[in-house]
């Protein structure tokens, strides 16, 4: 059976139906903007009869009547006045304006919502902020939390974003057992999944719990702008350190807050300990650092775990060994130990002869060591010397010689480095998801923040010396001869390593097949192990 066309009215109606709408809805905005002063007259004067109305009906009845012939006169003598008529108009229709001015209510204080969840959080720290013998308690079941919560915030989801918290003078805020259940316990009633910083004043008796973002991961290697002897471990808050510096994120351009590590001899902190999970980007962190290093010195790697982490450093200028045997690395580590001596002979001599230092022990020397733990477990199992009893002599002396030591190695390794090789690695840094506990023991201090819900590579802590606890994301460094590696991060690595010694190798070539371990280089080492002493290249 054939179909039979819509009527001409229903096909073709709709796109005159839809102009009409807008025709209207354009007009009737049109009408609203041009009548809206008198919209505006009409409201006010709306709202002045009715203010006049609870006035008159307030008045009592004795005082109606002198009231009403107040008015009158009034009313009578600006009648007689010279353009009194047009004046009392004029009044009132700008009091008429005034009063029906669309005005904008701002909020004062939280929204019911907010409101509730402040009262539960106060009702949760009644029992750690109270105590029976109180006369005055400033916490107790029932009371006003609006004595204690002074400055709060609220993201979108009704969840506390700030908050300053004042506590009773007693509270034992001196003792990290207890400021542990305090920080615990608003972190669990303000809203899991974020990461919180809990700053304590003791002096006023106030904390202030905020919520922290994300660190930015996109940050990938790059030409950092610092001063010889500074190198930038990674990136924290901006309220955290006092200097910014401009880096590329992606496609765009901006300033960093950076984690700037000083080396050389004004250093307080001249190596670096490195402690984390496996995958936790520590590798990453000392590519990075070995990249940096480049600019201005030379480079000894140690790779225990010989995974080939290294491999695109290889053969380049300023690297003097990528080491992962155990009898190359003690080889490796026992000429680090002579050219720290030699080092430290001539700058000696300089120095009593009233010269400058010479030039060949002023180019820095960076001994850098991933899982260095297991290279001395290899070495007991072959019979060998530790590796680590030569680092020694590079870390009492590497600060006066230029050489800088660097130690990256897992939590379950770090007490075979022993108490005299930690000592002297004051700056350190902690990568991964760890426990607060394991965080102090590696710092020295635990952070005052709570535990990040997402750990990419590269995220954890940092600590120079006896400063503070920061936050930490090492910039992104992966090895660029790894499959899964980004292109755009590929090409940066590759952008950043200096060209091969080998002139018939092209800078940034990728490699067809595994390069042979490169030991120290052959003219130095058998002389520097026959005779005691150590060469330059």
């Known amino acids: 059976m054939a179909r039979r066309p819509l009527p001409r009215i229903l096909s073709s109606g709709s796109a005159s139906i839809t102009r009409s709408r807008e025709f209207a809805r354009t007009a009737a905005d049109n009408a609203t903007d041009i009548l809206h002063p008198l919209i505006t007259v009409t409201r006010g004067l709306r709202l002045l009869a009715a203010a006049g109305r609870q006035r008159w009906a307030a008045t009592p009845k004795d005082k109606r009547g002198p009231a009403l012939f107040v008015v009158a006169a009034c009313l009578f003598g ?18 008429a304006a005034w009063k029906g001015r669309e005005r904008t209510v701002a909020r004062t204080g939280p929204a019911e919502a907010e409101a509730t969840r402040l009262r539960s959080l106060y009702e949760a720290l009644v029992p750690y902020f109270s105590v029976p013998d109180d006369p005055g308690p400033l916490y107790a079941h029932g009371g006003d939390w609006e004595k204690v919560f002074s400055d709060y915030a609220f993201d979108g989801d009704g969840r506390p974003t700030r908050l300053r918290v004042t506590y009773p003078a007693y509270f034992t805020d001196g003792e990290t057992a207890s400021r542990a259940r305090i920080e615990q316990l608003l972190h669990a009633k303000s809203g899991r999944g974020r990461e919180y910083r809990f700053t304590w004043d003791e002096e006023d008796n106030q904390l202030l719990m905020n919520v922290l973002g994300a660190l930015p991961t996109s940050i990938g290697a790059q030409r950092f702008v610092t001063s010889p002897g500074e190198t930038v471990l990674g990136f924290t808050d901006g309220e955290a350190v006092q200097r910014t510096v401009p880096v590329h994120d992606g496609d765009l351009t901006r300033d960093a807050p950076p984690v700037v590590w000083r080396t050389g001899a004004r250093s307080t902190e001249p190596h670096l300990l490195v402690a984390g999970q496996p995958g ?17 010195g030379d480079i000894l790697i140690v790779e225990a775990a010989a995974t080939g982490e290294y491999a695109c450093l290889t053969g380049r200028d300023g690297v003097l060994a990528v080491e992962c045997e155990p009898a190359g690395a003690l080889a490796t580590l026992e000429w680090a130990a002579h050219e720290t001596e030699r080092r430290l002979l001539a700058a000696s001599r300089a120095l009593q002869a009233g010269h400058p230092l010479p030039d060949d022990i002023r180019r820095p020397l960076w001994i850098l060591l991933d899982r260095p733990g297991l290279l001395g477990r290899l070495a007991a199992a072959s019979g060998r010397p530790d590796p680590l009893e030569l680092l020694q002599v590079p870390l009492r002396h590497g600060r006066a010689t230029g050489v800088t030591v660097v130690l990256a190695d897992q939590f379950d390794s770090l007490d075979a480095l022993g108490e005299n090789v930690r000592a002297h690695l004051r700056a350190r840094v902690v990568l991964g998801r760890c426990s607060r506990e394991e965080v102090a023991s590696v710092l ?3 952070p005052d923040t709570t535990p990040a ?28 001869y790894d499959e899964t590696t980004g292109e755009a991060h590929r090409q940066a690595v590759l952008g950043l390593l200096p060209g091969r010694r080998d002139a018939a190798a092209a800078p940034g070539t990728a490699r067809t097949a595994a390069p042979e371990p490169a030991g120290v280089p052959e003219p130095l080492l058998p002389r520097a192990i026959s005779e005691g002493l150590a060469v330059t290249d």
């Open 280 to 296: 936790s980007g520590a590798t990453t962190l000392v590519r990075s650092l070995a990249l940096q290093a480049l600019q201005h």
């Open 444 to 446: 020295g201090a635990g």
């Open 78 to 95: 600006l009648a007689l006045m010279p353009f009194g008529g047009l004046i009392t108009l004029v009044t009132v229709m700008g009091a």
């Open 453 to 480: 819900p997402e750990i990419p590579p590269g995220r954890g802590y940092a600590r120079l010396g006896t400063g503070p606890v920061l936050r930490l994301q090492v910039p992104a460094t992966p090895d660029p």
